[in-house]
DNA sequence: CCCCTCTGGTGAATCGTTTCATCAAGAAGT
DNA sequence: ACTTCTTGATGAAACGATTCACCAGAGGGG
């Protein structure tokens, strides 16, 4: 039945201990010269008070950052969900905390995430970016302190402070188009994001390196990377019947919709139309049949970029292990 | 090749546009009795700087939130995602944001993370809890004025100021076991986290009712509930070889845990085993047999948690609707 | 006896805002 | 001409912590 309490601050624990403010922050912070028995008593004090320092007014004096910006692109994507986790084990270890924002694959949406965690005074920010020369690149030199770690893209050599981390995309392009090369696929087609808003794009240089070196025939097709964006893709081109398809796309979460889409028109994923997606998510082994992907590790991505922003130093690009998990949903198509 | 500048700060612009820094706010919050020639000039000036108010600093101030703690049970459940994005999205429209932080079914962290953001000075806590009687039953008297909502879990009456907002358990409960029922089923088999941290006490007690009610042979299991610890628990009890089992379970995400534990036993789900999950994920649709599963708009979910948070009033708990996606992986049993 | 060091402690400045109380000066009312 | 209002503006006090600069006194060495 106490009264609801105003907020106790360090002059009411001071109060209390019968010292003044500043030798009550020192004892509980063992900055200043304090005496055991003073310390002591400020320590019992705090305790029974239920003293909890606000941090708004430490960081705002002591110019400390403990909270981190993410800007995910899209909070429906359980990949971004392990990244977190990721992320959030290692600020967890510090004491730090995360501010997740979604950027919607919206550019407006991305500036006015980048605006706001400029003003919250945040040790750092974490950003998958949507496309190249966005918000971001307005928006560095007007905060130079402020460290930068963009994942799963491509670097951008014209924004020179930020670090990179992200799949090795060359070894997953190389990897996916070796798997389809060695089942007798004459082609592949790459989905990617739309022309403005695609961010890796270093894969598509790759693609079609390699699809060269090959002498494969490759195709990039653009779209709207949701489910329903990609399932409209995919029942185009597999309706307009123009051979065996085999689809690259960025996310598990994407390929289950290239699976629907055959599903619609009575194909079979794995004879009738290929797929190789990104991420290994949980559920994809379960999928009819199993869905073949690029497994990489998210949470070590998470810890990675968590790291680059709470050890600033050089930019660095981290390139993290792909590994290629076959499933079945690649068709056989050599007999 | 400007020089890395100090932050710019309010005292900047009044001295710029030469008034003083009261003048100065004032134009900007449009607040006090300014000369609209003041404001014009504030406002240039503010613009010149590239000036951006220090939000710690005018929270500290206004004592305003705009800072909202959601502690989930689990990063790597896509459940979460969609109730974070509800949430998000409201909270993008009042320009707050979110910091979240993770329990991971440990009491400890759930503690941990609520004295966090108890000194965060958080306009709302969003908690998932682990448990009934957790860390939440000592850290509400302490923070009188933050309000809180719990999700997903059935309202606790002994903590009277928090909202409920989850799943009409009693109504999932009741399809799943009418969904059994017609089909020939027996019985059934609740999953639950282990008896500490049950949060969802009701939805066992409404378990039992309609068990009996119908005649059906209720068992309740508990079992750590990630992937790991739901697979485990299916196969042994398949295993036992008790006959037919019929599981609901929590999430999509554990209904996914048993098709893998019956794989290994060489079981078919929707002939030898049955599941009921809850959630309807989006890939659940794809498992071979599809999931049958309860539908829960998450998204609503979280604006309604969003909603109580930032409109705080009477304590209240809200029932989303729930209902039944019959996708075959529950077998009929009588011919 | 004087000077110096060391310990424990304090008042006040500071971080960057918002906002209260006050004020000057001109307009308006009587 | 004297009061009263209104407008535009200002200095200073918050908010709640950290920390700098200073101080009293005890003890030690010469």
Redesign the pocket.
């Known amino acids: 039945m106490t009264p609801a309490r105003k ?1 106790v ?3 009411d624990v001071a109060a209390r201990a019968e ?5 009550a ?2 004892a ?2 063992g ?8 310390i002591e008593r400020v320590r019992r004090a705090a305790a029974e008070l239920d ?4 941090s708004r ?2 960081r ?3 110019g400390e950052r403990s909270a981190y910006g993410v800007i995910i692109r899209n909070m429906r994507n359980p990949f971004f969900l392990d990244v977190l986790r990721g992320m959030e084990v290692r600020a967890h270890r510090q004491g730090a905390f995360l501010i997740i924002l979604s950027s919607d694959y919206d550019v407006e949406r991305e500036g006015a995430a980048l605006r706001r965690l400029g003003t919250e005074g945040v040790g750092g920010v974490a950003i998958a970016p949507i496309g190249r020369h966005g918000p971001l690149t307005e928006w560095l030199p007007r905060h130079p302190d402020i460290p930068v770690v963009a994942f799963n893209c491509t670097s951008d050599p014209s924004v020179g402070r930020v670090s990179t981390v992200g799949p090795d995309d060359g070894v997953a392009i190389t990897l996916a188009l070796e798997h389809l090369r060695v089942r007798g696929h004459r082609g592949a087609t790459l989905v990617m994001a739309p022309e403005g808003l695609a961010a890796d794009w270093g894969r598509e240089e790759e693609f079609y390196r390699r699809c060269a070196e090959w002498g494969l025939a490759g195709t990039v097709v653009r779209c709207p990377l949701d489910h329903a964006g990609v399932a409209r893709m995919a029942t185009e081109r597999m309706g307009a019947g123009t051979g065996h398809e085999a689809f690259v796309v960025n996310s598990d979460y994407l390929g289950a919709a290239v699976y629907d889409a055959a599903r619609a028109l009575d194909l079979r994923v794995g004879r009738d139309v290929s797929v190789i997606a990104h991420d290994d998510l949980p559920t994809s082994a379960l999928l009819a049949p199993g869905l073949t992907t690029l497994r990489l590790d998210r949470e070590s991505l998470g810890d990675h970029v968590m790291r680059l922003l709470s050890e600033p130093g050089e930019p660095e690009t981290v390139r993290l292990p792909v590994r290629l998990v076959d499933r079945g949903s690649v068709a056989r198509l050599d007999g």
């Open positions: 907020r601050t360090l002059r010292v003044s403010v500043a030798q922050s020192f509980l912070n900055r200043g010269r304090v005496a055991p028995a003073t003293y909890q320092a606000d007014a430490r705002l004096r002591t």
